[in-house]
């Protein structure tokens, strides 16, 4: 690191430059209305910011369940500089949704914790079609374009450590 006498700390930001960057991103098609809102978010945010459309690698699962496995495979292969899920979990009747949306994010971080390459939880968890439609686009914004935004800046900060 280099020596730093100016008395200050030392501040270390990814900054939003991202002409280089190779993203992946892996999206449920369960609740496909919401999740093709949140991979457009993403996608868009992505070549704004610069990224190149062959730059960008995206995986299809069946929903968010099977996200897991699919991040730990792209990890493996380490072609790309952040991962991102997108998925979206609306709350039903049954617990069913509740261990869907825990093992989705728990799976994603366990693989992400064993590599070097940011994985960015774009999971919608949603109580009601409300909140889905808020998230996807509505007065909340785009979940897939904050997802976009975070892959971008810690594929940079990475770099800097
Ligand atoms: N998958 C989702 O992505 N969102 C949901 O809301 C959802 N609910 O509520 O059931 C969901 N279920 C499917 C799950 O992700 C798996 O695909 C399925 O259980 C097969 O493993």
Known sequence: MKKNSSGKVNKIKGGMAASEARIAIIVAQFNEYFTEKLLEGAVDTLTRHGVKPAAIDVYFVPGAFEIPLIVKRVLAKKRADAVITLGMVIKGKTRHFAHVVDESARGAMQAALGSDIPV???????????QAIDRT????????RDAARAAIEMANLLKKI
């Open 120 to 130: 960015i939880h774009g999971v919608v968890a949603a109580e009601d079609l409300q």
């Open 137 to 144: 686009g509505g007065k909340v914004g785009n979940k897939g």
